[in-house]
């Protein structure tokens, strides 16, 4: 299965901080694979909240706009 988020701006956009789509990876591999792959990019990737949701493992990070995306896998 693929999924494409399209967020367009507007000249007046603010992006909200905590308001965010989260994708669930298929495994905790994928999910540090992908976290490897956004840091070497230089994406900023946030671990701060990586054990705080029960049964799963994430991180954060913002897209090009500014706007936050959660990556998720079941722990």
Not at 18 to 36: I, N, Q, R
Not at 40 to 68: K, Q, S, W, Y
Request: glycine share 8%; no cysteine; hydrophobic share 40%.
């Amino acid at each position: 299965m693929a999924a494409e988020i399209h967020a367009g701006v507007e000249s007046s956009y603010r992006p909200a901080r905590k308001a965010h789509p989260a994708l669930l990876l298929d495994s905790v591999a994928d999910l540090d694979a992908v976290t490897e792959r956004l840091e070497r990019l230089g994406f900023d990737v946030d671990h701060g909240e990586r054990r705080t949701f029960p049964g799963h493992l994430r991180v954060h990070t913002f897209d090009g706009h500014g706007n936050r995306v959660e990556l998720l896998a079941l722990a």
